[in-house]
């Protein structure tokens, strides 16, 4: 039984960890080695690729943190989990993942924007 709660809340400190060495640690913790990542505006293979993935969002949005939009649900290997991203809690951008689990990591994320600024 996987623990859906841990592994999503993992998943958001890391976007929001500033701090390399810091982040480098809790993406280790998130994903597995061979992560898979992709969205409608980036995508990359491995943990490197994730680390750059984060540091160019933190680069372009300056302030800005995600948060867990309810909770994560999910069976078997698979967990979606939703989440909003902006400054101080507000929500300017919100988008939805799926993912497969391996072990209590993430192994595969598939990332959906469902609100973006016009």
Known sequence: MHDLDRIAE?????WNETDAGRRDVLIEQAFTADIGYRDPVMQGDGREAVATMIAGVQHQF????FALNGKPDGFADMIPFS???GPDGTSVIEGTDFAAIEGDRLKRVTGFLDKIPT
């Open 62 to 65: 300056p302030g800005f943190r």
């Open 10 to 14: 993992a998943y958001i400190a890391a």
């Open 83 to 85: 989440w909003i991203f």
